[in-house]
Structures are given as C-alpha cells and as structure tokens.
C-alpha cells in the first residue's frame, strides 16, 4: 500500500533555509502537497506538485522532486518565526480516486 | 465565501454517547472527506464521499457512519463513542484537480 514518511522534527536559525524532506513509497503518484497546520488550527495548503515535474517554486518556497529515489522536498528560504508549524506532505495516486495519504508531520521550529 | 466549516470546534464525550460532527462546504466541490489526526499519525483517511448518494470507507472507517444527502453537506456521525476515538477530525473538500480546502476541524475527547 502506500506510505509516506517524514522526519518529525527540525530546528533552525531564523534567516536560515529549511529543507522538509518526505520519501514516497507508491511509483503511480499524480499530485505531491505540501501542508501548514499551525497550533491548534487547521490545515493549509501551501504548494504542490503534479509527478511529473521536477520543481517548482513559489516566493520563498521550492519544492524539488525525485521521481527515482520517490523522493519530495520543500525549502523555505529566510526562515522566519511565523513559519515555526508542522509540515505535512501528502500524496494522491493511480487509481486512489481523490483519497489523499498523508506523511506524519514535521514540526519545524525556528529558533532567533 | 466560507469555504469549509466544521462544528462544533469543541466536544467532550461520555463512552457509549453518540453525536455528529457536521461538515459543510460552499464551494460545490464534489469530493468530501473526513480524517482523524492523532500524534505521531499524521492524518488518517475515515469515510470519504466523490458526490451526493455516494459515500465509501477510507482507512479506519470502524465506529463511524456518514452519509451524503446534498452536496454541501458531509456529517460524521459516531454511533457509541469510545476513548480511541479521542482525536481531533478535520474534513476537506476537493473539485477536480489541485488542492484540498480543510476545515479547522473539530477537537472531540471521550472520556
């Protein structure tokens, strides 16, 4: 079945760059998210990729795909205090409809 | 335009209560979709439902019911609560290709 992992945490400098990383495990993957959930609050989508690009960037934020090693990134360039979350990658597939599976999180915090 | 709203934002339970966490959307999407999230678990697919009349299980759809009667409207109903089920459930919406839109779910503890 599929399965989606991610390091549970990272800390890093404000000004600094964030690498969240997330591997795949289903090779029929369509679309690759990337999610915001600050406490207590819900999720928001930040970026997303469709499998058969490479990369993508919006403003501070690149998203890099390794269709070979199944392997998804998300950088965050001039890290700030207001980016301190939990970040998920999530995925959609060949022949699973609309379900999206989820990685655990990656609670990234920015220390000053 | 509200997107998608959950109630209630708070719940406490006794075992063996029933209640209905309601979802609704006003984006006419067709997908809708419930997760649980727990720590550790990332978010957990329950029930989802590709439009109205059509409703289908997800990863741990046990001790949960919904159904889907209009398209705005996607309840989770839990028949005979129990401790496990204390989670924090979130639902989402999709039209077509691109992003889920999610609510900003519902923290429900049975004791």
């Known amino acids: 079945g599929e399965d989606v992992e991610q390091s549970l945490f990272l800390s890093v400098r404000e000004g600094d760059s964030s690498v969240i990383n997330c591997t795949y495990t289903d090779s029929s993957s369509t679309y690759l998210y990337w999610y915001k959930q600050e406490p207590g609050a819900g999720l928001q989508l930040l970026t997303y990729i469709f499998s058969n690009m490479d990369m993508k960037q919006d403003q501070r934020l690149t998203v890099l795909l390794n269709k070979k090693d199944k392997h998804l990134s998300l950088r965050i360039a001039d890290t700030q205090t207001g980016d301190s979350a939990i970040y998920f990658c999530a995925e959609t597939f060949t022949g699973g409809g609309n379900k999206l599976t989820f990685g655990t999180g990656t609670q990234l915090k920015v220390e000053l | 335009n509200a997107g998608v709203t959950q109630t209630p934002k708070f719940q406490v339970l006794k075992t063996g209560q029933s209640m209905t966490l309601q979802c609704a959307q006003d984006?006419?999407?067709?997908?809708m979709s419930w997760y649980r999230q727990d720590p550790g678990m990332g978010l957990r697919l329950i029930h989802y439902s590709v439009g109205a009349g059509i409703t289908d299980q997800g990863e741990v759809p046990n001790g949960y019911n919904v159904s889907r009667s209009t398209t705005e409207d996607f309840p989770l109903r839990l028949l005979s609560a129990a401790p496990s089920q204390t989670s924090v459930y979130f639902c989402a919406s999709r039209e077509g290709l691109g992003g889920y839109t999610f609510g900003s779910g519902t923290r429900l503890t049975v004791v």
């Open positions: 984006m006419n999407h067709e997908y």
